[in-house]
């Protein structure tokens, strides 16, 4: 069973650890700014399909707290193609404008429905 939780010991930055059968698969580091956005900073998994679970966490986290722009600080083109896959960025942009119209947005397997 894979886990996403975030890390309580850590104040300063969010950071959300995947796990599975209790061993680290993957994590996120991210973190609020002063402009109220939430900045992506890192990503990393063993799998390329756990970074859409793994943004999906941060980003829920931040949108119940009122943050709506997500802002990827992102440079691995590997990671950055599959961002795009997942529609969390654009080529033109690397940056959700708003969180909770992504959020608001069908599902792929629901349009197959």
């Not at 010991?9 to 969010?14: N, Q, R």
């Not at 986290?61 to 083109?77: H, L």
């Amino acid at each position: 069973m894979v886990t996403i939780l975030r890390d309580p010991e850590i104040a300063d930055k969010l950071v959300f650890v995947m796990k599975e059968d209790g061993r680290r698969v993957g994590g996120i580091t991210a973190k609020l700014t002063d402009d109220g956005d939430l900045l992506i900073m890192k990503l990393d998994s063993e799998k390329e399909l756990y970074y859409d679970g793994l943004v999906r966490s941060v980003l829920a986290y931040a949108n119940i707290r009122g943050i709506d722009r997500a802002v990827f600080d992102i440079t691995d083109e590997r990671q950055l193609y599959r961002l795009k896959g997942f529609g969390f960025i654009t080529d033109e942009s690397k940056i959700l404008p708003s969180i909770n119209d992504f959020f608001s947005q069908e599902c792929a397997s629901d349009k197959a429905q």
